[in-house]
């Protein structure tokens, strides 16, 4: 750093020791009708009675959700946005390449109906759509459960069955392998057809990459994000009438910082 740039830096410094100082006087001088700042008590991942979550490093926890407690992710899932997964009263785990999407709730329980303790076990490539809840049950391999479902205590979902959006799975039911089940309370509706079968597959697939972009675009720090802005700022400024002209032709955008290798897949 040069003179010129000591100089600035210094400057820099006294300006916000400066509001600093004038904050906290405005404040005294307001006295009890002053603005307090509350600190954010949001912690992604919470350790709870001595138990701390074990996850996977390839995992991705957005930074909105909450995974506390005794639970375990393994590789390549993803926990979305606005995820609570509370291992509190009992013990979670989750398999390798498995989704749980936005504002899904996971527990357990200590005490319910029948007095039985249970965990919630979800297995590999299982597929949670948005907004479930998920309590004291079991997801087998490759389950498959739509948007809103909720899955009660002691209920098991055999590997490769699928619970319809908006479903009721009761307490102690089961849904036997290469079932659809629907409806409240959900009821057996009809076998899975083959295109299904690998909707299922693909659907684990997609969303493990799908989280990799977002865990890279979460990492991405200040500077990063600001040179993305001037990089999309210049490419939409760009005309291919005049370029074309010129005899430039291109063929894709500039590369941001992270290149987005999905761009032709699409997550579902």
């Keep these: 750093m040069g003179t010129l740039g000591r100089i600035v830096y210094s400057l820099g410094v006294a300006l916000r020791e400066t509001g600093q100082a ?8 307001q006295g009890s009708a002053a603005f307090k700042e509350e600190l954010s008590r949001h912690q992604t991942i919470m350790k709870l009675f001595d138990k701390s979550p074990v996850i996977d490093e390839t995992v991705f926890v957005a930074p909105s959700a909450a995974v506390i407690g005794d639970v375990k992710i393994g590789q390549n899932s993803s926990i979305w946005y606005g995820c ?7 013990y979670i785990r989750v398999g390798a390449e498995t989704n749980i999407q936005d504002n899904t709730l996971v527990h357990v329980a200590k005490n319910n109906a029948v007095g ?30 739509g948007m809103g479902a909720t899955i009660l205590d002691g209920a098991v979902v055999e590997k490769g069955a699928m619970v319809a959006a908006g479903a009721l799975i009761t307490q102690n039911t089961r849904v036997p392998s290469g079932q ?33 972009i977002h865990a890279k675009e979460n990492l991405k720090t200040f500077e990063e994000i600001e040179a993305d802005k001037l990089t ?37």
């Design 22 to 29: 004038l904050d906290r006087l405005g404040s005294r001088v």
């Design 84 to 90: 609570v997964i509370r291992g509190d009263v009992n």
């Design 180 to 212: 659809v089940w629907a409806g409240n309370p959900a009821k057996f509706l009809r076998h899975l057809t083959e295109e299904e079968h690998s909707f299922i597959a693909l659907s684990a697939t997609n969303y493990a990459a799908l989280a990799d």
């Design 116 to 145: 039985n303790v249970m965990p919630t076990i979800i297995g590999d490539k299982v597929t949670v759509g948005h907004n479930s809840v998920l309590h004291a049950c079991t997801l087998e391999d490759e389950a498959f459960v």
């Design 232 to 268: 999309r700022k210049k490419w939409a400024l760009q005309s291919d009438d005049y370029d074309s002209q010129l005899g430039i032709r291109r063929e894709k955008p500039p590369q941001l910082a992270f290149p987005d290798k999905m761009a032709s897949k699409g997550p579902h």
